[in-house]
């Protein structure tokens, strides 16, 4: 019989299962939004049973629309959301509260204090990352001052803390395991990321305690096996894990210093490997794990853009401008350039390398003669735009431009928005014909752990070009754009 990987790729907005084979061929697919929460203006919550039923849910379709049996599941990989909090009690496995999600600001007055303390360069020095709301380890705080329950769950060594990751394998193997691996623990302001060990010091800061975190694992390994999950027999190995735009560098197999990819999900992430040694950035950007392999850790620079296909959900949701998120290309495609308008996509702070999370979204420009199709437009380059700011950051970080830029997720497919990235970074965009990088990332990982494939050069010759995008524009007019672009920024 024939075996199969089985990838969870659970996203900020839903949950993806993908069935891998040995040829790195997708033959299933199950794919299950759910709620997302907005208890104030700024804050974004998910309810952790929420994002369970919907992998359940995403398994099954995976597993019926391919008609593979749950027995041909050879080992499962999972990739996630990477910087969402999620607390629960040990025994029970019954969240205590709300995830808060990535996106959330609420933390961003406790950030701003540990600024003011003169604390941002020590955590810069050990975790590669600045003091945002966007990472863990401030939320684990705010939980922990301000619910009851948890606090006193984890006074009696009864609390789990874990991003998404942990959640879910503990959810598979039923409680016996609680890990992260080391990218996702790289996300939470926690970790020394020379050691790829928890940093005592950092934790006190925090007022986090030690006993809450999960244990630190390689990226391809022992996780646990399935036990008492509906729908799998119990006994399926776990054996990769790593935090979602990590996942997609893998699956990109950008396995070499200097390359780079760009992941256009929710948000937009740009990451490239830069070895094994972790350099500081003095652009803006962050240095993280991407992976750690046979006890040896590779580093990437990332920059992320918060908002990238969200912006688009907002023109279908908000402003009611498109029924469906990929009308947005022909609309935009029906005007030859924007008339003016700029949009920044600030929707929830600016990201890489401004980080501004005080910055709110702005359109400019808008006269008698907007039409929604500039607007349209505008948020496509919004979008291209500040992906264009990240890598000008990391062409100063690396001394050189990247010759090409790999992207993936499911704005990648849109051929407009592809060509202005082209334009307006003025290099190569390469396409792979599996854009669902992310979770084809796990499954490699997956795959290596369980000896499925042997190494990554075999996974090199699975990854294939559909198509390339190169710059097309004239300079000056894209000069023109970066011009107002920038006089948008500062105002946002």
């Known amino acids: 019989m024939e075996r199969y990987i089985l990838s969870i790729d659970q996203g900020t907005t839903g949950t993806t299962v993908l069935l891998v084979n040995r040829k790195g061929t997708v033959v299933g697919r199950g794919y299950k939004e759910f709620r997302q929460i907005f208890p104030k203006a700024g804050w974004v919550e998910h309810d952790p049973n929420d994002i369970w039923e919907s992998t359940l849910a995403s398994i099954a379709m995976a597993l019926s629309s391919s008609g593979i049996p749950p027995s041909a599941v050879e080992a499962i990989g999972i990739t996630n959301q990477r910087e969402t909090t999620v607390t629960w009690n040990r ?3 019954e969240p205590v509260q709300n995830a808060i999600v990535w996106q959330c600001r609420r933390t961003a007055d406790a950030c701003a204090e540990l600024k003011a303390r003169g604390l941002e360069p020590k955590f810069r020095a050990r975790t590669g990352l600045v003091l945002d709301p966007y990472f863990s380890g401030t939320k684990i705080a705010w939980i922990l001052k301000n619910n009851a329950q948890a606090a006193d769950l984890a006074a009696k060594g009864e609390l789990a803390f874990g991003t998404v ?9 039923h409680g016996a395991s609680h890990v992260t691996d080391v990218s ?3 996300r939470t302001l926690l970790l020394d990321i020379k050691s790829a060990t928890w940093d005592p010091e950092l934790l006190s800061i925090l007022e986090v305690p030690a006993g809450i975190l999960p244990t630190v694992v390689d990226n391809c390994g022992d996780f646990g096996v399935t036990r008492s999950v509906p729908g799998l027999p119990d006994g399926i190995p776990i054996t990769g894990i790593a935090g979602d735009q990590q996942s997609a560098l893998f699956g990109q197999a950008c396995f070499g210093v200097g390359d780079g990819k760009c992941t256009f999900g929710t948000g937009a ?3 490239v490997n830069i070895g094994d040694v972790p350099r500081a950035s003095t652009q803006g950007l962050l240095t993280t794990i991407a992976w750690r392999i046979g ?22 949701d908000g402003l009611k401008i498109i029924d469906k998120a990929p009308e947005v290309e022909a609309l935009a495609a029906s005007v030859p350039d924007s008339g003016g308008v700029v949009f920044v996509p600030a929707l929830t702070g600016l990201g890489a390398p401004h980080w501004r999370p005080e910055a709110r979204g ?18 496509l380059e919004g979008i291209a735009l500040q992906n264009r700011d990240i890598m000008e950051a990391m062409a100063g970080d690396l001394g050189a431009p990247l010759a090409s830029v790999r992207v993936d997720g499911g704005a990648a497919a849109n051929n407009l928005l592809m060509q202005m990235q082209a334009d307006f970074l003025g290099t190569r965009i390469i396409r792979p014909r599996q ?41 000056s007019g894209v000069a023109e754009l970066v011009g107002r672009w920038s006089s948008a920024v500062a105002k946002a």
Not at 295 to 316: C, D, H, K, M, T
Not at 446 to 461: D, M, Q, S, V
Not at 469 to 475: G, I, K, L, N, V
């Open 91 to 93: 025994s029970t496995l």
């Open 165 to 173: 990751d942990s959640f879910l394998v503990s959810c598979l193997t």
């Open 184 to 186: 996702n623990a790289s």
């Open 269 to 271: 992430f740009m990451l």
């Open 295 to 316: 006890g040896r850790i590779s580093y990437a620079f990332e920059g992320s853009a918060f908002i990238a296909g969200a912006a688009v959900q907002w023109l279908r």
């Open 362 to 379: 702005i359109l400019t420009g808008i006269t008698r003669g907007t039409s929604r199709a500039h607007v349209a437009r505008a948020v």
């Open 435 to 475: 854009i669902e990088t992310t979770g084809l990332g796990a499954a490699f990982l997956a795959g290596l752990g369980a000896g499925f494939w042997k190494g990554t050069g075999e996974l090199e010759e699975v990854w294939q070009i559909d198509r390339q995008f190169t710059p097309q524009a004239d300079r």
